[in-house]
């Protein structure tokens, strides 16, 4: 049963049941009607709401979200619950519909590690059940402003504090059924209490804090015009209201980009179990490279309890590496993620810097984060082969490089991979899991196992130039450049891919980056000599003959004045000119056809990667775009973008390309292959 019920005492005790979190499906609505009836025909003094597990609730099944909602409905069944002398009873999560399900109750009790929120927006969608109107009753206008438009969850120390939740207790149950019925009987409910009073101020912060964070949204302008609402509507219109919105939206292009991209993160971080039982977890790391990666990635291991030793090559470097760790530790103690007395607790026993190899331990991993040459990384890896034992896991964190080639000559070829973090390593979520050609589903097993500790999404790609996101970027940046060559001009690019969603454009985010960087990776590749593309000068001419290495130099594709930046007539003058000395007539290009072609082009790119089985799963590379390159979330990544377009829509804009411009675009054979099959993108998941 999804829900169960006990009446005894003049008592009804209702229970969601439904592993492993609760979620509120239509047997679970079903259950709480039932059980609801049932307390009313008993004619109760007290209704007790509470869960199964450890967990109240964890809000409404997201795999209904894409059908027609199913009877009952939770509105019309809070609508009962909230006649009723009810206490919710909480543990853990209530979140989404399970908090509603509070709301519609007198009294909340909580668990002091129990959490609580209405995080609905974050899937596209807004509290549908209650929450836009009854919230902001119990706990005022601002505080509900707060909570709602940008999905935040609360613990139930801060719950108490605004009103949500009543009393706080180590068993919310028992502390439910002590609960004198005098006191249940006295106490009023949300839907009887008066409507919040207005506060424009609080209302305008909401939409300033909306457009800052959460831009391009939908959702969280509605959810703080329902909010707003709850202040002048009468009860039943703002539940008429929130209701149908809720419906509006969850059959939205958002709201199924949104779901899309939780259920990928969750099947990725659950993907361990494919290669294998779990494994014993680590607990010594050695880290080569002491810079900003190297010990961005030492700090995440040490933060989860590992031994790390960290690795450099002279006196010097050893003390870059102990203060650039330093300044990680105490940057968490500023930001309040730690106390003084704790980091340098954890730097002391967990952190250990070496010069050299002579004196490693025999640990379970090697990370090497040194600098992006091949020759130099081979190097570290005959080293760590003759310093530790055979079971070591060696990882390279490699962006770009021949995971295969790095490895060559190395004892026991089965335990090494590569492990791109992406940066700060301590804060990005994104990991690329690069299996080489011998790595074993142990070692597989061992990196994903880590991952997850490591609170990290993971991904697994093939070898190949850049592996799935870098090489993708490579390409969405190749396009841009076409695009300045035959018309447009960096800042135009860069305003169009932003009003997109994309969080920077391609050539604000090299100069933050650093133009060297790019031109470095270039001429590794020797763009100039390789045949079967369109080598476009004007990158390397900025770096070559303008001396612009992007904001480190305050000039790069924009002139920097401290952190404001600026069109550079320099720079539109020499792409001008590059066009000329290329005989090209230069067009206007509006901001969708900007748009189109960058995004076709990553489109293209990831429908490549997939067919040579570098990436697995479309899912996987929308998982890397959204949370490696700031492709916007509520777009969903390229290839759910693609199936949204319709993939003979996507073929047919590829093949008109293609035949403008053949060295630049082809259509990929498996985009053939499926729309022959009639099946989206998504059935490959």
């Not at 590690?113 to 206008?141: D, F, K, M, N």
């Not at 290839?639 to 003979?648: E, N, S």
Request: hydrophobic residues 50%; aromatic residues 4%.
């Amino acid at each position: 049963m999804s829900v169960t019920h006990q009446i005894a005492d003049d008592i009804c005790i209702i229970t969601l049941d439904n592993p492993p979190v609760n979620v509120i499906g239509a047997a679970v609505r079903t259950g709480l009607l039932a059980a609801i009836e049932a307390a009313e025909a008993a004619g109760v003094s007290k209704v007790i709401v509470t869960g199964a597990g450890g967990v109240f609730a964890a809000g409404a099944d997201a795999k209904e979200f894409g059908s027609a909602p199913v009877p009952p409905h939770l509105p019309e069944v809070l609508a009962r619950l909230a006649k009723l002398p009810a206490i919710a009873a909480i543990s853990g999560a209530a979140l989404g519909g399970g908090l509603e399900i509070a709301l519609a109750c007198r009294v909340r009790i909580a668990h002091p590690g129990a959490t609580l929120g209405l995080p609905e927006v974050t899937l596209g969608v807004i509290p549908g059940a209650g929450g836009t109107q009854r919230l902001p009753r119990v706990v005022g206008l601002a505080n509900a402003l707060g909570l709602i438009p940008e999905g935040r969850v609360i613990g139930a120390a801060e719950a108490r504090r605004i009103g949500l939740v009543d009393q706080i207790a180590e068993d919310p149950l028992q502390a439910a059924l002590a609960l004198e019925v005098g006191a249940l009987a006295a106490t009023i409910g949300a839907d009887d209490r008066p409507a919040p009073a207005a506060d424009e101020a609080a209302i305008e912060a909401a939409r300033a804090t909306a457009r800052k964070r959460m831009a391009g949204q939908t959702a969280p302008a509605i959810a703080i015009d329902l909010v707003a609402a709850s202040t002048r509507l009468p009860l039943a219109e703002g539940l008429q209201q929130e209701r149908a919105a809720f419906l509006g939206l969850r059959s939205s292009d958002q709201a199924a980009a949104l779901r899309h991209v939780f259920f990928a993160e969750r099947a990725a971080m659950s993907r361990g179990k494919d290669f294998g039982p779990k494994p014993s977890p680590m607990t010594t790391a050695v880290v080569v490279g002491g810079g900003n990666m190297g010990a961005s990635i030492a700090y995440a291991l040490g933060t989860i309890g590992l031994s790390v030793t960290l690795v450099e090559t002279d006196a010097a470097g050893v003390e870059r590496a102990r203060a650039n760790v330093s300044r990680l530790f105490d940057d968490a103690v500023s930001r309040g993620k730690s106390d003084a007395e704790s980091a340098a607790r954890q730097l002391a026993e967990r952190f250990r810097f070496v010069q050299g190899y002579d004196d490693l331990p025999a640990a379970d991993i090697a990370i090497e984060a040194a600098f992006e040459d091949l020759g130099v990384k081979k190097a570290i890896f005959a080293a760590l082969d003759k310093a530790l034992p055979e079971t070591t896991v060696l990882a390279t964190n490699t962006s770009y490089l021949d995971v295969n080639a790095i490895f060559e000559g190395i004892r026991a070829p089965g335990r090494v991979l590569g492990m791109h973090f992406f940066s700060p390593a301590h804060v990005m979520k994104l990991l690329e899991v690069v299996r080489a050609a011998q790595t074993s589903q142990d070692t597989l097993a061992r990196a994903f196992a880590l991952a997850s500790r490591l609170k990290k999404i993971p991904v697994e790609a093939g070898v190949c130039d850049g592996f799935i996101g870098n090489r993708i970027l490579t390409r969405y940046r190749q396009t841009t450049d076409i695009l300045l060559i035959e018309g447009a001009l960096p800042a135009q690019i860069d305003a169009a891919l932003e009003g997109f969603g994309m969080a920077m454009g391609p050539y604000a985010v090299q100069d933050l980056s650093g133009l060297d960087i790019a031109y470095a990776n270039r001429q590794r590749k020797n763009l100039r000599a390789q045949p079967g593309i369109r080598y476009i000068p004007i990158a390397d001419r900025m770096v070559e003959d303008a001396k612009r290495l992007g904001r480190k130099t305050n000039a790069g594709w924009y002139d920097y004045d401290g952190r404001s930046r600026k069109a550079s007539a320099l720079v539109d003058d020499l792409v001008r000119q590059v066009s000329a000395e290329k005989g090209i007539v230069r067009r206007d290009f509006d901001a969708s056809q900007i748009v189109d072609r960058a995004i076709l082009s990553m489109i293209e790119e990831g429908l490549q990667i997939l067919d040579e089985g570098i990436a697995k799963r479309p899912a996987d590379i929308d998982l890397v775009m959204v949370h490696g390159y700031a492709f916007p979330r509520w777009r969903g990544g390229p290839m759910h973008l693609a199936d949204r377009m319709g993939l003979p829509e996507v073929r047919a804009r590829i093949a008109a390309l293609a035949a403008e411009d053949p060295l630049s675009w082809r259509v990929p054979p498996i985009l053939d292959r499926l729309i022959a099959e009639g099946r989206p993108l998504s059935a490959l998941n």
